[in-house]
């Protein structure tokens, strides 16, 4: 990027579709043991879930990586939120994206909406992040 994103610029997006090993590794790093996210009978017949759950920090690190990815070495991330609103399982294909809301070119920071978004086009994590772009000459 070599110059500075306009409000509704798009960020690029991302699809994921994670297995039950990347599932199972997140997790393991993160010593994550419910068993939602690695025992598909205790999932399915008694947390009554259709799958393997797909962990709420995994979609905020995509989120993150989407943001990391377009800003490349032109920027830094800031700050990021997310809110997981709804599930998402195992066999699923997920999109990470954003758009740019507002730009402040004097300082160089932006606020970005993003979203993980299911196959079904619902925003199942919204998140919001700050960004600051380097300046030329600063």
Same mark, same amino acid.
Request: contains cysteine; glycine residues 12%; hydrophobic residues 45%.
């Given at each position: ?11 690029? =997006? @991302? ?13 393991? %790093?993160?010593?994550?043991?419910? @068993? ?26 995509? /989120? ?20 997981? @609103? ?12 954003? =758009? ?11 606020? /970005? ?8 086009? %619902? ?16």
């Amino acid at each position: 990027m070599t110059a500075l994103p306009k409000p509704g610029d798009s960020l690029p =997006e @991302r699809t994921h579709k994670p297995d039950n090993v990347q599932l199972f590794f997140y997790n393991a %790093a993160l010593w994550n043991a419910h @068993r939602i996210h690695f025992d598909l009978p205790y999932a399915t017949d008694v947390e009554g879930y259709p799958g393997l759950v797909i962990a709420g920090p995994l979609m905020g690190d995509w /989120l993150g990586q989407c943001v990391d990815d377009w800003l490349g070495e032109n920027g830094v991330l800031l700050n990021l939120e997310y809110s997981n @609103r709804g599930a998402a399982y195992i066999g699923e294909t997920l999109t990470a994206g954003g =758009e740019v809301k507002t730009l402040d070119a004097a300082t160089g920071e932006a606020t /970005l909406d993003l979203f993980i978004r299911n196959a079904a086009g %619902a925003v199942i994590t919204p998140g919001k992040a700050l960004v600051r772009f380097a300046l030329a000459g600063a």
